[in-house]
């Protein structure tokens, strides 16, 4: 499984836009990269999920350079209801299709 | 359309007691899978089914630990002679497959979570 890095938590403020980097060294070939959101007492949630360059969807972006050795998920303009913990997936070589390793993830904490 | 139920919301038991985790999955998603959240911690892997077999146990912590999912849909985790370090959240997830092909994985879905607390 691949293992993943992440800050353990960031502070924003309401309306600035949030950067979190992921560092992957061990990603595989195949590999995606995923990213959960979660709220406390909620099981985690889907965000985005990229292979190269960028991915954009309606609640975030994901940026990979080319040697995608490591990810950025951008918010922009947070809200307070942005708070929550943030898991970046990457299957890693030899994965069991199926099993995802979550690690800690990074504790998004915006302030008013 | 429903998400992915789990049953009981809450769980508190006697150490020694074996306990019964149920998960209810999205209807139409073949895959299944069992975390647990200990306090502050990330989710740790415990097991995932396609259809009704598990091709990977190796999460199951211990062999008090053990799940069972029949008629590819509901799935039943079972925790013998519960200790208090079982004490944690255990979440279930469901996707609509495990992923065609290695490297892409299928979004999960997760459910509520059971709050298992051994006393």
């Not at chain 2, 998603?29 to 995932?48: C, D, K, N, P, V």
């Amino acid at each position: 499984l691949a293992k993943t890095t992440q800050p353990i938590s960031m502070d924003s403020y309401e309306g600035q836009e949030v950067n979190i980097t992921c560092s992957h060294n061990n990603i595989a070939t195949n590999d995606y990269i995923t990213w959960y959101q979660q709220f406390p007492s909620q099981g985690p949630r889907f965000i985005i999920q990229g292979y190269k360059t960028k991915v954009t969807n309606e609640v975030a972006s994901l940026f990979i350079p080319a040697d995608r050795k490591s990810s950025t998920l951008s918010l922009p303009r947070v809200s307070l209801s942005d708070t929550a913990v943030y898991y970046c997936l990457v299957p890693g070589r030899g994965s069991t299709l199926g099993r995802l390793y979550f690690g800690r993830g990074t504790q998004l904490t915006v302030w008013p | 359309g429903a998400g992915v139920s789990q049953s009981p919301s809450n769980k508190v038991t006697e150490k020694g007691k074996d306990v019964e985790l149920r998960c209810d999955p999205i209807s139409g998603h073949t895959a299944l899978y069992w975390y647990r959240q200990s306090l502050g911690q990330g989710l740790e892997f415990l097991i995932y089914f396609q259809g009704n077999s598990a091709p990977d146990k190796s999460g199951l912590p211990s062999d008090r630990f053990s799940a069972e999912r029949t008629g590819g849909s509901v799935s039943t985790l079972t925790i013998q002679r519960t200790q208090q370090e079982d004490s944690a959240v255990y979440l279930c997830a469901s996707s609509v497959a495990t992923g065609t092909k290695r490297g892409y994985q299928e979004t999960q879905y997760f459910g509520p979570g059971t709050r298992l607390l051994v006393l």
